[in-house]
C-alpha cells in the first residue's frame, strides 16, 4: 500500500499543553476554510482543495516539534508564521505541482516565493474574514433572532433601515439600536479573537 | 449636520450599546431613534468605527465558495447557508457519533471521519482514519433515506460482499463492512490520486502507452472479479482510479455488480448503469 501522510492520524500528538492545544485548535478552525477558499479560487475541484488543506496543515503539524527549538518565541505566533509560510509556498507553485511534503523547517520558514505579495494580501483579506465569520457565529448565538435580523438586513443583504423595519414590522428606530449592539458585539468579538495575532 | 435636540441623551446611548444584558430594551430610546437623525449617527458611530462597518459588509457577505460542498471546511458558517449542503451528506454526518477530536468530523464504528471524497446517489463516501490500524481508509456510506429501503439495502450489501470477495491488485481492496446497523457501510482502502475520469477532463486525450497501460490493468482487475464469477457492469472511467506516483489502476464500485448465478438481482426490464 502506498504510504499516504494521513498515516500520520494524530496531527495533535505534537501538541501536549492546554495552551498549546487551545493554539492549534483555534488555528485549525480558522485556517481550514481560508485555505479552502483560495484553492477552490484557483480552480480546484472540492475534494483537491479539502486534500490541499489537509497537506498543509499536516506540514504545519509535522512542523511542531521543531518549534521547541526557537526559545522565546510563543507558540500562538510560531504556529502563525510557519502557517502563512506554507500556505504561501503552496499557492505560490504552479497549480499542477502541489508537491509539498519532505521539506524541512528550514525551508519553510525561508521559503519566499516571488509572487508572495498578492497571495499574502489574499491570505490576510480571507483570515480577516475567517474572524468576522466566527465572531458572527458567536454574536448572532447571543442575541435574539430579531435583533440579528435587523443587522443582517441592514449590514449584509444591503437592506435599508426603514425597508429592514417594513420586513421584521418594527419601529426604525428599533432597528437602528438592534443593529448598533449587534455591531458593538461583533467589533469586540473581532479584536478578541485578533488578540493572539501579529 | 443634524442638530442634536433638547430631548436627546448621549449618556442613554452608550449605556445602551455597553449593557451585557442582550435583553435590556430602552423603549423611550428606540423611540426617540425613530425620529432623530443625530441620535441615529451617534449610535452608529458609537458601535464601532466606520472601518469596522465597512469590514462587516464586504466580509460576511456569502462569498463565493462559502458553501460549495466543503464539510471539513464549512465548520463555519452563518446560519442558513449550512443548510445548502446536499442533503444525502448532512444526513449522514447527522448520524455520526461525536469525537474529541477537533479534526474531524465525527465516529462512525471505530472511525474517524475527517472529510468526504464523493457524493453519489447511494450516499456519500467520507474519508476516514482507522485509529487501530493507523491507515487512511474511505467510507462508502449509505444515505439514510436509502437505508429504509429494502431493495437499496440488498443492492448494497451484495456490492459489498461482492467487492469483498475480490482479491487483486487491480480492485480496491474492502476491509471491512457494517450492513446491520442503522447506516450500512463498507470501508475500502483510500486510493491517493483521482480517478481516470478526472485525469481526462484535466488532461485531455492520453498516450497510446498510457491507455494501453490503463486498459491492461483494468481488464486484470476484471477478470479477477470474473474468477467469482462477479460482472462489474458499471465500468466508466469515474470507476477507475489512478494512484498517484504508482503505476497502478485500480476499478472501485461494485454497486451495480451482479453474481453470474444471481437470477433474482436484475429482471427483464431493470435498467443498469449509470446514466
Ligand atoms: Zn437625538
Known amino acids: 500500500m502506498t504510504e499516504f501522510p494521513e498515516t500520520r492520524s494524530n496531527l495533535l500528538a505534537q501538541v501536549r499543553s492546554p495552551d ?41 503539524a509535522g512542523a511542531i516539534e521543531s518549534w521547541e527549538k526557537a ?8 504556529l502563525r508564521r510557519v502557517a502563512k509560510n506554507a500556505i504561501l509556498s503552496a499557492f505560490s507553485r504552479k497549480p499542477n505541482d502541489p508537491a509539498l511534503g519532505g521539506s524541512g523547517i528550514q525551508q519553510l520558514m525561508d521559503e519566499q516565493p516571488a509572487e508572495a505579495t498578492e497571495v499574502e494580501h489574499e491570505l490576510a483579506l480571507e483570515s480577516q474574514r475567517e474572524q468576522f465569520l466566527r465572531a458572527a457565529v458567536m454574536v448572532q448565538s447571543d442575541v435574539n433572532a430579531e435583533t440579528w435580523r435587523a443587522f443582517e438586513l441592514t449590514v449584509i443583504d444591503g437592506e435599508s433601515c426603514e425597508s429592514a423595519a417594513k420586513i421584521l414590522e418594527k419601529s426604525v428606530g428599533a432597528v437602528y439600536a438592534a443593529r448598533s449592539r449587534v455591531m458593538r458585539r461583533l467589533r469586540n468579538k473581532v479584536q478578541e479573537l485578533g488578540q493572539g495575532e501579529s | 449636520m443634524n442638530a442634536q435636540r433638547n430631548d436627546c441623551d448621549r449618556r442613554r446611548i ?83 457519533a461525536p469525537t474529541d477530536d477537533p479534526n474531524r ?42 437505508a429504509n429501503n429494502a431493495a437499496s439495502r440488498a443492492r448494497f450489501s451484495r456490492e459489498a460482499k461482492a ?20 447506516t450500512p457501510y463498507l470501508v475500502m482502502a483510500y ?5 481516470l475520469q478526472k485525469r481526462l477532463q484535466r488532461e485531455g486525450t492520453l498516450t497510446t502507452v498510457e491507455i494501453s497501460r490503463i486498459g491492461a490493468q483494468v481488464a486484470a482487475g476484471l477478470a479477477a472479479a470474473h474468477e467469482q464469477v462477479l460482472v462489474h457492469r458499471d465500468v466508466k472511467p469515474e470507476n477507475i482510479l489512478l494512484e498517484d506516483n504508482v503505476e497502478r489502476v485500480t476499478l472501485t464500485d461494485f454497486g451495480l455488480a451482479r453474481a453470474v448465478d444471481d437470477a433474482s438481482v436484475t429482471r427483464e426490464g431493470t435498467i443498469a448503469g449509470t446514466p
Not at chain 2, 467487492?163 to 442503522?182: E, F, K, T
Open chain 1, 20 to 60: 498549546e492545544r487551545e493554539a492549534w485548535e483555534e488555528f485549525v478552525l480558522t485556517y481550514q476554510p481560508v485555505i479552502y477558499r483560495m484553492a477552490r479560487r484557483r480552480g480546484m475541484q472540492d475534494s483537491d482543495a479539502q486534500d490541499l488543506v489537509q497537506t498543509v496543515l499536516m506540514r504545519v
Open chain 1, 71 to 78: 526559545p522565546g518565541v510563543r507558540f500562538r505566533h510560531w
Open chain 2, 14 to 96: 452608550d449605556a445602551f450599546l455597553e449593557s451585557n444584558h442582550v435583553a435590556l430594551e430602552d423603549p423611550q430610546l428606540i423611540e426617540h431613534l425613530d425620529s432623530c437623525q443625530s441620535c441615529r449617527d451617534y449610535i452608529g458611530s458609537q458601535a464601532a468605527e466606520a472601518r469596522s462597518w465597512a469590514q462587516a459588509t464586504d466580509l460576511l457577505k456569502p462569498s463565493e465558495f462559502d458553501n460549495a460542498g466543503s464539510l471539513a471546511c464549512s465548520a463555519v458558517t452563518i446560519g442558513h447557508q449550512s443548510s445548502e449542503q446536499p442533503l444525502a451528506v448532512r444526513n449522514v454526518l447527522a448520524s455520526l
Open chain 2, 105 to 146: 468530523l465525527g465516529r462512525l464504528g471505530g472511525y474517524e471521519v475527517s472529510g468526504v471524497v464523493g457524493v453519489g446517489g447511494m450516499g456519500i463516501v467520507p474519508k476516514a482514519v482507522d485509529p487501530a490500524l493507523d491507515r487512511v481508509v474511505a467510507i462508502k456510506v449509505m444515505a439514510p433515506h436509502l
Open chain 2, 163 to 182: 467487492a469483498a470477495a475480490v482479491l487483486d491488485p487491480n480492485v480496491v481492496p474492502i476491509h471491512s463492512v457494517s450492513s446491520d446497523g442503522d
Open chain 2, 191 to 195: 486510493i491517493r490520486g483521482g480517478s
